[in-house]
T-cell receptor, first 114, second 113 residues
Framework: EAGVTQFPSHSVIEKGQTVTLRCDPI?????LYWYRRVMGKEIKFLLH????????ESGMPNNRFLAERTGGTYSTLKVQPAELEDSGVYFC????????????FGDGTRLSIL | AQKVTQAQTEISVVEKEDVTLDCVYE???????LFWYKQPPSGELVFLIR??????QNEISGRYSWNFQKSTSSFNFTITASQVVDSAVYFC??????????FGQGTELSVKP
């Protein structure tokens, strides 16, 4: 069974540009989550999809971030325009159900804003 | 408010030593779940264990063991006879019914040969 896959693994862009991160969850996992770790701080929740619906987007920092999950399969996270403070590692995770089901993480996308 | 505290930022041990990573959590929910994840140098987060709030039974898996104590709101992780391959950042996390994980700051464990 393939794990959670994230693309790209690294992205370096200039301030003001746009970047789109992609996450392919484990097949059959309805729940998809985005997290990020900035500057060695703790990993923080961004948002949660159940299938194609946003269940919780309380962690999205501002309206420069847009997440989609069309068709309930893969998800994209777009940052437009990128700012310096957006640099960090963005993780995607998926789980089969809610409750105590463990979330399985991808390798993360390391985003650097210059 | 929900919070997870891993007071140890960095720990360094010599191979074969035992090491305990501390995790203290705060929540007012009666139903919750606790997790440990390992992040090796390659970067991915690897799920290690899950406990629910109603099960305080300790667990052992090979050289790994976990001690869950509701009375002190702690979920500590012990590695027995540490090995160089155990070097990683370890995260403790709390999850309520809503679904999102609340992570601690992580403990970077360095095991030297």
């Amino acid at each position: 069974e393939a794990g959670v896959t994230q693309f790209p693994s690294h992205s370096v862009i200039e301030k003001g540009q746009t970047v789109t991160l992609r996450c392919d969850p484990i097949s059959g996992h309805d729940n998809l989550y985005w997290y990020r770790r900035v500057m060695g701080k703790e990993i923080k929740f961004l948002l949660h999809f159940v299938k194609e619906s946003k269940q919780d987007e309380s962690g999205m920092p501002n309206n420069r971030f847009l997440a989609e999950r069309t068709g309930g399969t893969y998800s994209t996270l777009k940052v437009q325009p990128a700012e310096l403070e957006d640099s960090g590692v963005y993780f995607c995770a998926s789980s089969k159900g809610g409750g105590g089901q463990p979330q399985h993480f991808g390798d993360g996308t390391r985003l650097s804003i210059l | 408010a929900q919070k997870v505290t891993q007071a140890q930022t960095e720990i360094s041990v010599v191979e074969k030593e035992d090491v305990t990573l501390d995790c203290v959590y705060e929540t007012r929910d009666t139903t919750y779940y606790l997790f440990w994840y390992k992040q090796p140098p390659s970067g991915e987060l690897v799920f290690l264990i899950r406990r629910n709030s109603f099960d305080e039974q300790n667990e052992i898996s090979g050289r790994y063991s976990w001690n869950f104590q509701k009375s002190t709101s702690s979920f500590n992780f012990t590695i027995t006879a540490s090995q160089v391959v155990d070097s990683a950042v370890y995260f403790c996390a709390l999850k309520m019914e809503g679904g999102k994980l609340i992570f601690g700051q992580g403990t970077e464990l360095s095991v030297k040969p």
